[in-house]
């Protein structure tokens, strides 16, 4: 199982994820509302840190392409959409920006699991989220168990290192932010524990 860290703002939080081979580091790009979020010049700042084999995935709601195409001239790997998009939307995206495509689909109801079928072609990883935002809402992960999609599937939501071992059943990677955090602060001893336990599974 893979692991995603997500709203990082800090060098050291940064550090602390690619010392303990954490798969995926996420930064909030444009989504004010979280206390997570982080400006250009930060972005900037924290994408030039040597990532060795980590991703840096580029998180953002609803970007304009003047967004893309600002965010597109640093150092991520992937995009990570939240929005509504379809499968050439996306491979347009792909193909203008050179990044690899994270779909986001927020899950309230089981039908909601549904979506993936007119992003899979688009994206390189289908991601199943809270409908939460910046609040880790739960739902059930069980709903995308029988899922079979050309990409790798990625779970976020109250995610906690208890249902580790269950969700390693289910999905490709696990996206974990606010279950590694103390006073809204990621917590560098959270992340350890996590990324050790991650490759016990």
Known sequence: ?????CGLSKPVEVEACIKNGVNFCGF????????????YEKAKELTGIDKKATKYVGVLVEPS???LEKFSQLNFDYFQLYGQYNNKLL????NKFQKK???TIQVKVKSDIEAYKKLEDGSDIILWDSAGYEKSLGWKHIWIKDIKIKG???????ITKDKLGY???????IDVSGALETNK???INKIEELATNIKKI
């Not at 491979?91 to 792909?94: A, F, N, S």
């Open 1 to 5: 199982m893979k692991l995603k860290i």
């Open 28 to 39: 909030i790009l444009n989504y004010p509302k979280s206390h997570r979020n982080i400006s």
């Open 65 to 67: 392409f003047k967004e």
């Open 91 to 94: 491979i347009e995206i792909k």
């Open 101 to 103: 495509i994270i779909s």
């Open 152 to 158: 790798e599937k990625m779970i976020a939501g109250n």
């Open 167 to 173: 969700l390693s059943k289910l999905a490709d990677i």
């Open 185 to 187: 602060v990621k917590d």
